[in-house]
């Protein structure tokens, strides 16, 4: 059983829909992270959240903990086709990192 | 300020032979983890080293070791590969902080074990 679970496991798209995609757990964390990896790279982090029920945005993203610090959301508004790529979301517990297994995300022009 | 660097970037081994993957951490990191990342999976954390120390570790063998150097720069070495440990070898560096560790990826080292 996996320590992050991710949903849905593959997503596509049309440029220009919303999407969410998820991550849960029943474990509790001090901290979430998330990151996007495209094909030959590795991952980019692009938020770590920190508090129940925070909300962070970057540009189009919307990022949100959830208020028991078991899970958390990615909101993309107006997906374009520079948002493909495998979204991973990750927590550091006990001197250990764990990752999901990722969302793959496929935006169609 | 230079990213993280990896080398080499592709190797072909053959099983039961040896192989030592090379990491360059970010300037000012004084933390290095290793993951493997199998084709269509998240990455899988092999162990974290902080000032040259191992200070976690994951569900990997103890043919998987590793080195951290005083300039902060690193060693994944794996013993008697199987064809198992054909994946993305990916490390990342970080400043180590008491919450969390926001980590910088290299861009990876793909083995394949034949």
């Known amino acids: 059983t996996q320590l992050l679970e991710q949903s849905p496991q593959f997503l596509s798209i049309q440029e220009g829909e919303n999407l969410t995609v998820y991550c849960n757990s029943s474990s509790v964390f001090s901290s979430l992270q998330w990151y996007r990896q495209e094909p030959g790279e590795g991952p980019v982090l692009l938020v770590t959240v920190v508090t129940g029920g925070e909300v962070k945005k970057l540009k189009r993203l919307t990022f949100q903990f959830g208020d028991a610090r078991k899970d958390s959301s990615l909101h993309i508004t107006a997906a374009q086709t520079g948002d493909t790529g495998l979204y991973l979301c990750?927590?550091?517990?006990?001197?250990?990192?764990?990752f999901g297994s990722g969302t793959k995300l496929n935006v169609k022009p | 300020e230079t990213g993280v660097t990896q080398s080499p970037t592709h190797l072909i081994k053959t099983r039961g032979q040896q192989v030592t993957l090379r990491c360059s951490s970010q300037?000012?990191?004084?933390?290095v983890s290793w993951y493997q990342q199998a084709l269509g999976q998240g990455p899988q954390f092999i162990f974290q080293?902080?000032?040259?120390?191992?200070?976690g570790r994951g569900n990997f063998p103890p043919r998987f070791s590793g080195l951290q150097f005083p300039n902060y720069s690193s060693e994944l070495n794996v013993n008697a590969l199987e064809l198992d440990d054909s994946a993305l070898y990916l490390c990342?560096?970080?400043?180590?902080?008491?919450?969390?560790?926001?980590?910088?990826f290299g861009p990876g080292t793909r083995l394949t074990v034949l």
């Open positions: 990750a927590v550091y517990n006990f001197n250990k990192f764990y």
């Open positions: 080293y902080y000032r040259e120390e191992e200070n």
């Open positions: 300037s000012g990191h004084n933390t």
């Open positions: 990342a560096s970080s400043l180590m902080r008491e919450l969390y560790n926001e980590q910088f």
